[in-house]
Protein backbone atom coordinates (compact mmCIF):
# COMPACT_ATOMS: atom_id res chain seq x y z
CA UNK A 1 0.00 0.00 0.00
CA UNK A 2 1.53 3.51 -1.02
CA UNK A 3 -1.29 5.83 -0.50
CA UNK A 4 -4.17 6.78 2.21
CA UNK A 5 -7.71 7.31 0.78
CA UNK A 6 -9.61 9.54 3.31
CA UNK A 7 -13.13 10.88 3.62
CA UNK A 8 -14.85 14.49 3.61
CA UNK A 9 -12.51 16.27 5.62
CA UNK A 10 -15.41 17.60 7.49
CA UNK A 11 -16.51 14.73 9.73
CA UNK A 12 -13.10 14.63 11.55
CA UNK A 13 -14.09 11.21 13.33
CA UNK A 14 -14.70 9.22 10.20
CA UNK A 15 -11.54 11.24 9.10
CA UNK A 16 -9.65 9.11 11.98
CA UNK A 17 -11.94 5.93 11.63
CA UNK A 18 -10.57 5.51 8.05
CA UNK A 19 -6.88 6.83 8.80
CA UNK A 20 -5.60 4.49 11.48
CA UNK A 21 -6.33 1.13 9.30
CA UNK A 22 -4.41 2.87 6.59
CA UNK A 23 -1.85 3.65 8.92
CA UNK A 24 -1.51 -0.10 10.18
CA UNK A 25 -1.39 -1.34 6.38
CA UNK A 26 0.95 1.13 5.56
CA UNK A 27 3.16 0.14 8.16
CA UNK A 28 2.79 -3.68 7.69
CA UNK A 29 6.05 -5.36 6.70
CA UNK A 30 8.29 -2.53 7.13
CA UNK A 31 10.55 -2.38 9.99
CA UNK A 32 12.48 0.88 9.92
CA UNK A 33 11.33 3.27 12.13
CA UNK A 34 12.36 6.36 10.45
CA UNK A 35 10.15 4.79 7.10
CA UNK A 36 7.20 4.30 9.27
CA UNK A 37 7.40 8.08 11.23
CA UNK A 38 8.04 9.44 7.70
CA UNK A 39 4.93 7.71 6.10
CA UNK A 40 2.84 7.97 9.40
CA UNK A 41 3.95 12.10 10.03
CA UNK A 42 3.11 12.62 5.65
CA UNK A 43 -0.54 10.74 6.03
CA UNK A 44 -1.58 12.43 8.94
CA UNK A 45 -0.66 16.17 7.77
CA UNK A 46 -2.72 15.23 4.51
CA UNK A 47 -6.05 13.81 6.45
CA UNK A 48 -5.71 16.69 9.10
CA UNK A 49 -4.50 20.13 7.24
CA UNK A 50 -1.97 20.91 10.04
CA UNK A 51 0.52 23.45 9.41
CA UNK A 52 3.17 20.77 10.93
CA UNK A 53 2.76 17.36 12.18
CA UNK A 54 5.61 15.28 13.05
CA UNK A 55 7.83 13.56 15.91
CA UNK A 56 10.36 14.44 18.56
CA UNK A 57 11.81 11.12 19.79
CA UNK A 58 13.91 10.64 23.32
CA UNK A 59 17.10 10.88 22.90
CA UNK A 60 20.08 11.70 25.57
CA UNK A 61 17.56 13.39 27.86
CA UNK A 62 16.20 15.52 25.61
CA UNK A 63 13.46 15.69 22.49
CA UNK A 64 15.21 15.36 18.95
CA UNK A 65 13.08 16.61 15.89
CA UNK A 66 12.28 13.11 13.69
CA UNK A 67 10.18 12.62 11.09
CA UNK A 68 7.91 15.57 10.06
CA UNK A 69 5.84 17.49 7.55
CA UNK A 70 5.27 21.18 7.32
CA UNK A 71 7.97 24.36 8.05
CA UNK A 72 11.27 23.60 9.21
CA UNK A 73 11.47 23.33 13.09
CA UNK A 74 13.07 23.10 16.30
CA UNK A 75 15.78 20.49 16.18
CA UNK A 76 15.61 20.05 20.20
CA UNK A 77 13.60 20.19 23.14
CA UNK A 78 14.58 20.07 26.90
CA UNK A 79 12.30 17.90 29.24
CA UNK A 80 9.48 20.16 30.31
CA UNK A 81 9.89 22.91 28.34
CA UNK A 82 7.19 23.93 25.55
CA UNK A 83 4.07 21.71 24.69
CA UNK A 84 6.12 18.95 23.91
CA UNK A 85 8.66 19.03 26.90
CA UNK A 86 5.52 19.02 29.34
CA UNK A 87 3.60 16.31 27.49
CA UNK A 88 7.49 14.28 28.30
CA UNK A 89 7.48 15.36 31.62
CA UNK A 90 3.81 14.94 32.31
CA UNK A 91 3.56 11.58 30.39
CA UNK A 92 0.18 12.90 29.02
CA UNK A 93 -1.58 14.33 25.82
CA UNK A 94 -1.41 18.53 25.76
CA UNK A 95 -4.44 19.71 24.42
CA UNK A 96 -3.72 23.67 23.32
CA UNK A 97 -6.05 25.69 21.95
CA UNK A 98 -4.47 28.65 22.07
CA UNK A 99 -0.45 28.64 21.72
CA UNK A 100 -0.05 31.68 23.55
CA UNK A 101 -1.83 31.42 26.44
CA UNK A 102 0.76 28.20 27.44
CA UNK A 103 3.08 29.05 29.39
CA UNK A 104 6.74 28.79 27.96
CA UNK A 105 5.47 27.63 24.34
CA UNK A 106 8.16 27.39 21.97
CA UNK A 107 7.33 29.32 18.64
CA UNK A 108 8.77 26.99 16.40
CA UNK A 109 6.43 28.83 14.08
CA UNK A 110 5.43 32.02 14.37
CA UNK A 111 2.23 31.30 12.30
CA UNK A 112 1.06 28.37 14.62
CA UNK A 113 -1.87 28.95 16.84
CA UNK A 114 -2.96 25.63 17.97
CA UNK A 115 -1.55 22.52 19.40
CA UNK A 116 -1.78 19.31 20.35
CA UNK A 117 1.19 16.44 21.53
CA UNK A 118 0.73 13.15 22.44
CA UNK A 119 3.09 11.23 23.89
CA UNK A 120 4.52 7.70 22.56
CA UNK A 121 4.68 5.42 25.84
CA UNK A 122 6.39 2.40 25.97
CA UNK A 123 5.02 -0.75 27.21
CA UNK A 124 6.41 -0.07 30.65
CA UNK A 125 5.15 3.65 30.88
CA UNK A 126 8.68 5.23 29.39
CA UNK A 127 8.14 8.12 26.77
CA UNK A 128 10.15 7.47 23.44
CA UNK A 129 9.05 10.56 21.87
CA UNK A 130 6.02 12.58 21.09
CA UNK A 131 3.54 12.90 18.11
CA UNK A 132 2.73 16.75 17.64
CA UNK A 133 0.56 18.56 15.42
CA UNK A 134 0.55 22.23 15.18
CA UNK A 135 -2.09 24.64 13.19
CA UNK A 136 -2.52 28.18 12.56
CA UNK A 137 -5.86 28.40 13.51
CA UNK A 138 -6.89 28.74 17.34
CA UNK A 139 -8.67 26.01 18.56
CA UNK A 140 -7.82 23.92 15.59
CA UNK A 141 -8.00 20.85 17.71
CA UNK A 142 -10.43 19.24 20.14
CA UNK A 143 -11.08 16.04 22.18
CA UNK A 144 -11.74 14.13 19.22
CA UNK A 145 -8.24 14.93 17.73
CA UNK A 146 -7.00 13.58 21.50
CA UNK A 147 -8.82 10.45 21.13
CA UNK A 148 -7.82 9.02 17.51
CA UNK A 149 -4.21 10.59 17.84
CA UNK A 150 -3.63 8.73 21.49
CA UNK A 151 -4.93 6.00 19.64
CA UNK A 152 -2.38 6.45 16.72
CA UNK A 153 0.16 7.21 19.20
CA UNK A 154 -0.55 3.57 21.15
CA UNK A 155 0.06 1.80 17.35
CA UNK A 156 3.07 4.11 16.58
CA UNK A 157 5.08 2.85 20.08
CA UNK A 158 4.89 -0.54 18.84
CA UNK A 159 7.06 0.53 15.89
CA UNK A 160 10.35 1.17 18.15
Same mark, same amino acid.
Request: charged letters at 20%; aromatic letters at 8%; one cysteine or more.
Given at each position: ?15 ? $? @? ?32 H???F ?7 L ?8 V?? @? &? #? ?11 ? $? ?6 K ?14 ? &??E #? ?8 G ?20 ? #????A #?? &? ?6
Amino acid at each position: MHSVSLPDKTDKKAVY $E @TLLPQLQALCAGENDLVANLGNIAAALHAATGSHWTGFYLVKNEELVLGPFQGPVAC @T &R #IGYGKGVCGTAWK $EKKTMLVKDVETFPGHIACSSLS &RAE #IVVPLLSQNGEVLGVLDLDHTALAAYDETDG #IYLQA #IA &RFVSTLF
